[in-house]
DNA sequence: TGCATATTTCCTGATT
DNA sequence: AAATCAGGAAATATGC
C-alpha cells in the first residue's frame, strides 16, 4: 500500500494546489512522442491543427480536443500491448505526483507550466497506469482471462483517481495552460460518471478500492519505443499515424500466429500442451487487450473516435458505437453557428437551433457529438418553445433536461415567447376562416422552420401527417399536434391535448377542457408558454421569477454539486458527509450563475456576498478552522440547506478512506 | 400597491 | 500583488 497517494492528506496543506501546475521539470522534450512535438497549430504549439482532425473533432477545435483525440489514438495503439504504455512521460509523471515537496513548492509558476503537451501526457500517464495495473493483476490471477470489463475498469479507476485530485483535474489536464486551463476536466467528469454509476467500488479489485482518491505511483522507469518514422518528424499526419497502427498490429498478429503455428508444427519438441494453451492464451490475452483497451477508450472518449480509429478497432467494438453518436457533421453542410445570436428563439430555423446546440454544448463542456442531435434534427426554435422538458428528454435522453433547461434560459424574460404567440392570438382572433387557415398554415410551418425555408409545404401536407382521427385533423386549429407527430414518435399522452387559443392564459388553461380535467399532465406541456405579460414601471419585460424554485443560488450550487458536467470541475465536495464542498473555479461558478440569472455582470465577489448572506439564515455555516480544508474557497452547507448529498461513490470511497486511516 | 424575499451592486478593510 | 473573505448599506427584481 506504500505506493499509494492519498490527495486529501496533501490537499489540505496546499489549498491552492488546483492552480500550481506541476514544474516544468517534469517533462521534457525527449519524453515527448515525435509526432506531438512535430504537428503545429496556430493557437496550441504543440498540437495537431484542427484542419488535420476528422470532422468529429471539428465541432469544437480547441487545443483540449486535439490532445483527447491524439491521447485516444495513443493509447488504441499502445495500449495494444502495455509494457509500451510504461514511458518515461508515464513514469516521470507520477514521479512529481508522488513528490509532494515539488507540488507543494511555491516555484511552480504559470508560466513554467508546458501547457502545449500537458493534457495529452497526463491522459498517457492514467492509461499507462492502467496497462500497468491491468498486466500486475494479469500476473497475479494467471488463468484469468482478462476481460474488456476489467480492463475498462482500471482504466476509468485511474481517470476517477486523476479527475478526482485537483492536482491532475484543473492543473494537468488543462491542455493550455495559458488558453484554456481546466477545459478537459468537464469532459472527463461527464465520462466518469458515467463510469462510477456502473461501476460500484465494492466491484473492484482490492488494490483499486481506493482508486476515487488515490492514483497509484511508482511505475517502472521506461523504455519507450515511440513510434518512428521519419514523416512523423515533419509532419504528424493522423493516416499516416493511423497507418502505421494497423501495420503494427497485422505484424503482432502474424508474428504471434506464426509462434503458434510454429509451436504447433514442432509439438513433439515441446514439454506439454499447457505451454501452447498459454501461448493461445497470450494472444487472445493481448487480442482483448487491444480491444478492450479500445473499448475502454472509446466507452470512455465517444466524441473523439473517428472513423479511422472504429475501423482500426473491428467488429467486436462496433456495436458499442452508435451510427448517430458518431456521425460527423458533413462538409459540405456548414452552418453559421453565429447567425442564431441575432435573432430571437422564436426566429431559429432548424440551422439556428442546431447551431444554438453546438453553443450550449461548449458552454457546458459537453462534447457536441454527445448530443442526440438527430433528435432535434426537425426542429425550429417555435417548436421547442412548445416542447416541455419530457419533449427535449425524447428527442435526447442523456441531455434533454439540461438542453431543455438552457433554452428557457434563453425565453426566461418571456417576450420572445409571449410576442411570438400574442401575434398569433391576434391572427386566430381574426373571424375569417380562410383567415384562420392561413395563419394555421404560417404557424404550422413556423414550428418546422422560420418563414423562408419550407414555404412551398402545405396546411393539407401537414395535416396529412396527423391522425386521421385526431380531433384537429379537421378543424385546423392545432396544427402543432400533427406537426408534433409528424416531428418523432410521440407517447399518445404526450399529444398537445387543447388547442392553442385555450392554452394562451397560463392561469386559465380553459376549465371546459375534457382533456386538461382527464389529463392533468398533460397542460405541463405547455410549461413556460405563457400570454400573461408582466411588465416593470418602466415598461421592461420582467424577467423570469429569482424566486422560482431551484433558482436559488444555494440550490444552483447543490445541483452544480450533483452534475458531472460541474463537479469536480467547477465545484467539488470536500466532505460529504458533513456537507462541506469547495469552489475550485471561482470565476467559471460566477459565469455559469450569471447565465442562469440571465446577468452577465455577475462575478465571484458578488456571488461570495451572496453566499455570505446564507450564514445568518444557516443554510451555509463556517467551515471548522481544523486544518482539514482549505482555508479558501470552501463552504459548508448548514441545518437551513436540504437536499444535498453525495454521491454514493464518493460517501463509499470517503469511507473506506476513514477506514483506512483508522487502520494506520 | 406595498411588503417580503433574495439577491445584486458597491464599498471599505482585513486576511491569505 | 492578487484573490478572497467579511459585512454594511442601498438598490433591484420578483412573488404574493
Known sequence: MKNFINWSSIEPACPAIASSPPPASAFSASSVPYFLLSATADSSPGFITSSQLPNSVLGSTTASKAAEYLAALVSNSQLANPLLMQTQT????????????????????????????????????VLA???????????????????????????????????????????????TAQSSPGTYTPNAATILSSIESQNSPTNLPPSRQHSAFQLVGGLPQPNFPVLQHPSLQLHGTLPLLSQLVNQREQQQQHQLQQQIQSTLENQIHLPSPSSIQELQQQTQV????????????????????????????GPALRPSLTSTQFKPIPQNERIDIKRFRGKEPHEWSTEDVIAWLVSVARRNDIPFEDFNVNGFAKCSGPLLMLMNEQRFRECDSKYGSLIYVEFRKLISDDTCIDDWMRTYKED???????????????????????????????????????SPRSPFANNMAFPQQALLQKMSPIQPQMRLPIPIANIKCEEGVPSTSEYRESRPTESSLLHGVSMKIKRNKDGRPRKRSQHTKGNKLWEFIREALKDPSTCPSVVRWEDPHQGVFRIVESERLARLWGEKKNNKKMTYEKLSRAMRTYYEKQILVPVPKTGLYPKKLVYKFGPGAHGWCAPPLLVASSLQMDQHENMS
Open 90 to 125: 508515464a513514469g516521470q509523471f507520477n514521479q512529481q505526483l508522488l513528490n509532494t515537496e515539488q507540488i507543494n513548492g511555491s516555484a511552480t509558476t504559470q508560466t513554467s507550466f508546458p501547457g502545449h503537451n500537458s493534457a495529452t501526457e497526463a491522459l498517457i500517464a
Open 428 to 466: 386566430d382572433q381574426r373571424p375569417s376562416t380562410s383567415n384562420r387557415e392561413q395563419n394555421s398554415e404560417t404557424l404550422s410551418l413556423n414550428l418546422l422552420c422560420p418563414p423562408s425555408q419550407n414555404s412551398s409545404q402545405t396546411l393539407n401536407g401537414l395535416l396529412a401527417a396527423a
Open 129 to 175: 497506469q492502467s496497462a500497468h495495473s491491468v498486466n500486475n493483476t494479469t500476473q497475479r490471477t494467471t488463468n484469468n482471462n482478462l476481460s474488456t470489463a476489467s480492463f475498462g475498469q482500471s482504466l476509468a479507476n485511474n481517470l476517477v483517481a486523476s479527475v478526482t485530485n485537483p492536482a491532475v483535474s484543473t492543473s494537468c489536464f488543462s491542455s
Open 286 to 313: 493481448e487480442s482483448q487487450m487491444s480491444q478492450a483497451a479500445a473499448a475502454a477508450v472509446s466507452a470512455l472518449y465517444p466524441s473523439i473516435m473517428c472513423k479511422i480509429l472504429q475501423d482500426h478497432l
